[in-house]
């Protein structure tokens, strides 16, 4: 295994659990889980310098649950929101920014991937400034209820396996916008393979986050 690559894993985010607007102007769900990811990953110039470079963004099965696509509404201003539509729209626009990056970085020796990492319980419910105390402790326990009904829950290093994989494992190292689960390729949601919307989150995205030329690397 040769892990003598520039890597970048996006994994940072939330579940928030009512809408809530950053002080730039964007929903905190999408902020935390795409528009960080997006704005990092532009302006890491040294993933080109360094390649091979690999580029994993933590998705979730989550984004099959998004049945629509605004590109002009990622921030919920018309839809109408809640909060499992917004991580299921920000999980969609992970797999959706691995499939452009793949895309606009083709040939050059970077390359992307998206996954799920499972039902994995750590504390990113814990970490959520809007949500009420009893929301917390409702999820956890959800999740605890899956693991009575033998619905696989995994703990932290068990969820970790597939990010892994993707980041270092030769077996996919020719591969770029493809989407995994349990350390293999797996099809990801129509929409999630729909170029368009790809190319079209891509712009909403520089737009939302104000991306400058200077910051563009990509």
């Not at 110039?45 to 509404?73: M, Q, Y």
């Not at 917390?136 to 693991?147: E, M, N, T, Y």
Request: glycine share 6%.
């Amino acid at each position: 295994m040769d892990v003598s690559h520039a890597l970048q894993i996006n994994n940072a985010g939330l579940l928030a659990s009512k809408k809530t607007l950053t002080e730039d102007g964007l929903e905190l769900t999408m902020q935390s889980n795409h528009f960080g990811h997006f704005l990092l990953t532009n302006m890491l110039g040294l993933l080109k310098a360094g390649a091979p470079s690999r580029i994993v963004c933590v998705s979730s099965n989550g984004h099959t649950w998004a049945t629509k696509f605004d590109p002009e509404d990622l921030d919920f201003h018309h839809i109408p929101y809640s909060s499992m539509k917004a991580y299921a729209l920000s999980k969609l626009c992970n797999v959706l920014m691995a499939g452009e990056l793949s895309t606009r970085l083709k040939g050059i020796g970077v390359t992307a991937y998206s996954l799920h990492p499972g039902v994995v319980m750590t504390e990113i419910i814990l970490k959520d400034p809007s949500s009420a105390p009893f929301w917390k402790i409702a999820l956890v326990s959800f999740l605890k209820f899956l693991s009575v009904l033998f619905i696989p829950v995994k703990n932290p290093e068990e969820g970790a396996q597939t990010t892994i994989y993707c980041a270092v494992d030769d077996a996919v190292a020719d591969q770029s916008g493809l989407y995994y689960s349990d350390c293999k390729m797996v099809p990801a949601s129509e929409a999630g393979r729909n170029h368009s919307y790809a190319a079209k989150l891509w712009a909403a995205s520089e737009s939302a986050v104000n991306l400058t030329a200077q910051e563009a690397n990509i």
